[in-house]
């Protein structure tokens, strides 16, 4: 499948790229569609590729020593994953699954050092979204360990809300299927405790959920919840 170089020049990564700098890439790069459900590599496998996402939504989980599965990180359009080589690692730490039908580039894991070499932005974007998953999982680490499951369940609805809400009449839905149990691997609780804590906020309005599916009607009165000020 031929990728048009407008489609990338389009993502903010490659924005300042030149045209030919642009083709060079994407002659080593191979498209990759995946259906709802499928994994694009699963948690332990060498990585073999790294990829760029197009379209869809990528949900990565890892599996705990002790068994537990928990949601590490949603991958939305335009972002770089399974970049193991950065991360001085020969396999994937978590396995991506396609939340919904979705379409990515892949290149060789061999060549990320001309990959960024090549690409002095590239570089700097990638070590900023490093940080910004440090940033992300030092967050979530602290809200799990210092907040109760309800603020907890909010701070990742809101998280949800900021990467993947499209805003529509009834409030801001979360634009992919988003389950219970999803929410439940996020926050490292149960799905009986997520179910329990939405059934309460869809009858104080704050949301309106349904199979899969998730609108926040009261995104101020969720926030002021997650800062423990509301009841």
Known sequence: MKIDRSVIRSLALFARMSDADLDRLLNHATARRVPQGDAVFEQGQTATSFFLLLHGRLKVTQVTEDGQQIIVRVVHPGDLFGFARALQRSDYPGTATAATESLALSWPTDLWPQFVEQNPHLAVSTMQTIGQRLEEAHTRIREMSTQEVERRVAHAVLRLSRQAGKQ????????????????????????????????????????????????????????????????
């Open 168 to 231: 529509e009449k009834g409030g801001v839905r979360i634009d992919f299927p988003i389950s219970r149990q999803d929410i439940a691997e996020m926050t490292g609780t149960t799905l009986h405790t997520v179910s329990r804590i939405l059934s309460a906020w869809e009858q104080k309005g704050l949301v309106e959920g349904g199979r899969q599916k998730l609108i926040i009607c009261d995104l101020p009165g969720l926030a002021a919840l997650a800062e423990g000020g509301r009841d």
